[in-house]
């Protein structure tokens, strides 16, 4: 028996030291809270539903969903908003409106732009899973083949990156770059990324990081030789006629993009950092569009995105699950309804935005605000006017 179980000992430490020779910190060694169970194909539209794309929204649906606009700005005083909603069998609502800028009086117009946050992150996502379609990339291609001199780049995955699972300090925790509003290089970035020590092995923690998305991007520019704004217009916009979705150059400040507010103060903050974390403008209608695009196979295969959410993991908020670039919200843990959303959302101290698929309404929608404001909210009570 006792020379039984010394065998069985030594086997598993020959199997243990075997695995971890070739994948040393594989995604098994996964310690944090409970992963939510992928969700059922049926979930996502069907591509054959009719949204009718071209149609705009009139009559008293569209006064409700105006109206619900009105009274938000009455309850909190916002400055501007875009939002749009893509509608099953019945075909596009959107509105811009508001203030650019409350102080100079400066309203939105037709022209005007809002910056998206980290929704950023779900389109840096997209085109790593075009990469990987066209076999350009794999999930389990290393950091080390691009950037070596991060700590354990030879055992973090591209994978890793997207999943928030590398364990590489996130930038946008230095108190230094949190309060600065000025543009920040990806160099820059990369020097307070390493003067921090990683905060796990890869795959051993879920915590959320800017810096996998900026090293995302940038292994994209490197695989296409370009820039990560032409890669976005050449494989996202320009194929969609996206007219008003692009990526900001680095310092870009556009005179249509709506300014930031805390209170009723516009903040100079520089949108244009960090790349592929969070440095997009655009309309809620191309949003939506975008989306919508995504969930239906157009942009890259239906199986791929359907894979994006087979690894979710728990968030800081309850019901929020992260997978490749994608967050899945269940409302059954959040308010006790049976319902989901699809997408992702972002925001800073002056901006939120938020981009999802509703499950129960197959609704599509996007909202900004140029201020801290709760779009959860409004876009909660926008999908109450389908009931």
């Known amino acids: 028996m006792k020379g039984s179980n010394i065998c069985c000992c030594v086997l598993l430490i020959f199997l243990f030291v075997s695995c971890n020779k070739n994948n040393t910190y594989s995604q098994v060694r996964y310690k944090?809270?409970?992963?939510?169970?992928?969700?059922?194909?049926?979930?996502?539209?069907d591509p054959n539903d009719n949204y009718n794309l071209n149609t705009p929204i009139s009559g008293p649906l569209k006064d409700q969903l105006d109206k619900q606009v009105s009274k938000v700005f009455s309850i909190t005083d916002m400055p501007g908003i875009t939002a749009a909603m893509l509608i099953e069998g019945k075909g596009l609502w959107q509105i811009d409106t508001g203030f650019t800028s409350k102080p100079e009086q400066k309203k939105v117009d037709p022209a005007t732009l809002f910056y998206w946050a980290s929704v950023n992150k779900l389109i840096t996502a997209t085109i790593i899973a075009i990469l990987i379609q066209e076999r350009k990339l794999s999930y389990d291609s290393k950091?080390?083949?691009w950037y070596p001199q991060f700590q354990h780049a030879k055992d973090i995955t591209i994978d890793q990156l997207l999943k928030h699972t590398s364990?590489?300090?996130?930038f946008n925790t230095d108190s230094t770059f949190h309060y600065s509003k000025r543009y920040y290089a990806p160099t820059e970035l990369f020097d307070l990324i390493k003067a921090n020590k990683n905060l796990f092995r890869p795959g051993e923690y879920w915590s959320y990081s800017?810096?996998?998305y900026l090293l995302l991007?940038?292994?994209?520019?490197k695989i296409e030789g370009k820039a990560f704004a032409q890669i976005v217009q050449q494989r996202i916009s320009a194929p969609l006629h996206l007219t008003s979705l692009r990526v900001l150059a680095p310092d870009e400040h556009p005179a249509n993009l709506a300014l930031g507010h805390i209170n009723s103060n516009t903040i100079a903050e520089d949108f244009?950092?960090?790349?592929?974390a969070g440095n997009i403008i655009s309309n809620a209608k191309d949003m939506v569009m975008l989306l919508y695009s995504l969930l239906t196979g157009q942009i890259s295969d239906l199986a791929l995105t359907k894979d994006r959410l087979n690894d979710l993991y728990p968030m800081f908020e309850k019901g929020m699950y992260y997978g490749?670039?994608?967050?899945l919200s269940d409302f059954n843990e959040i308010n006790q309804t049976d319902n989901y959303w699809i997408g992702h959302n972002g925001g800073t101290e002056d901006y939120?935005?938020?981009l999802v698929y509703d499950v129960a309404t197959k609704a599509f929608v996007a909202v900004a605000v140029n201020q801290h404001i709760p779009v959860e909210a409004i876009t909660m009570k926008l999908l109450e006017q389908l009931k």
């Open 32 to 45: 944090g809270g409970k992963k939510h169970v992928p969700p059922a194909f049926g979930m996502l539209p």
């Open 143 to 145: 950091l080390s083949d």
């Open 167 to 170: 364990g590489l300090y996130s």
């Open 210 to 212: 800017n810096t996998g």
């Open 217 to 221: 991007a940038l292994i994209a520019e």
């Open 272 to 276: 244009s950092t960090p790349l592929g």
């Open 324 to 327: 490749r670039g994608i967050i």
């Open 352 to 354: 939120r935005a938020l």
